[in-house]
């Protein structure tokens, strides 16, 4: 079946620093892929996502490319903030539309002034 | 303000008692699911439903019961049948062919 797995934390890192947070994906077909930010106590929200082969999702200073070759979705941004410190959820879905989404299990990232 | 509306917050259960969970959105979405969070294991499915009067187990269902008799509505009952039912549990719903939107979540705790 279809799985997700992405970069083990916690991961911490200082203020600007370059982020990077891996994840694969196993799946048949063409899934559509998402990075979801969960914030402490509250429930996900959608960060960025990408349909098809070499899209790059971007939202708020992050980004991720689709490699079908690699089956890779990392995400990745060039300068974090304190307020970035949350958990990522790396997630795939058969087809982009009402299918489950099955997730990766998070990384906590912390980021320090 | 469109969202999706998630009560209680928090939600404590005696054993051997059954609880409902509540999950509202008015986004005119057709499709609604619920999800279990457990610390380091990121969500698991337990139902979802893609149109009114219809709905299909998820990857752990078993110990749960779901309805969904209106659109904006699709309630979780943890029954005493699910052994372990301490956890974080998250409401989404989506429109055909767009991400999921997810509510702020109930927080079950066993007393």
């Known amino acids: 079946g279809d799985s997700v797995t992405q970069m083990e934390g916690p991961v911490t890192l200082s203020e600007e620093a370059f982020l990077t947070i891996n994840c694969t994906y196993t799946?048949?077909?063409?899934?559509?892929l998402f990075w979801y930010v969960q914030y402490p106590g509250e429930g996900l929200q959608l960060l960025l996502k990408?349909?098809?082969?070499?899209d790059k999702g971007s939202n708020k200073g992050f980004e991720a490319t689709y490699r079908k070759e690699t089956t890779s979705f990392h995400l990745e941004k060039g300068s974090v903030q304190v307020s970035d410190s949350a958990v990522y959820f790396c997630?795939?879905?058969?087809?982009?539309?009402?299918?489950?989404?099955?997730f990766g299990t998070g990384t906590r990232l912390t980021i320090i002034p | 303000d469109g969202g999706i509306t998630q009560s209680p917050k928090y939600l404590f259960r005696k054993e051997g008692q059954n609880v409902t969970l509540s999950c509202e959105q008015n986004?005119?979405?057709?499709?609604m699911y619920w999800y279990r969070q457990d610390p380091g294991q990121g969500l698991r499915l337990i139902y979802y439903?893609?149109?009114?009067?219809?709905?299909q187990k998820g990857d752990i269902a078993e110990g749960y019961s779901v309805s969904r008799e209106k659109k904006e509505s699709f309630p979780l009952t943890v029954t005493s049948a699910q052994k372990n039912p301490t956890a974080f549990y998250l409401c989404?719903?989506?429109?055909?062919?767009?991400?999921?939107?997810f509510g702020d979540g109930t927080r079950l705790s066993i007393l």
């Open positions: 799946a048949t077909g063409y899934p559509s």
């Open positions: 439903s893609q149109i009114v009067n219809d709905f």
């Open positions: 986004l005119n979405h057709d499709a």
């Open positions: 997630a795939l879905s058969p087809n982009f539309g009402n299918e489950k989404l099955t």
């Open positions: 990408a349909t098809k082969a070499d």
């Open positions: 989404a719903s989506s429109d055909y062919n767009q991400p999921q939107h």
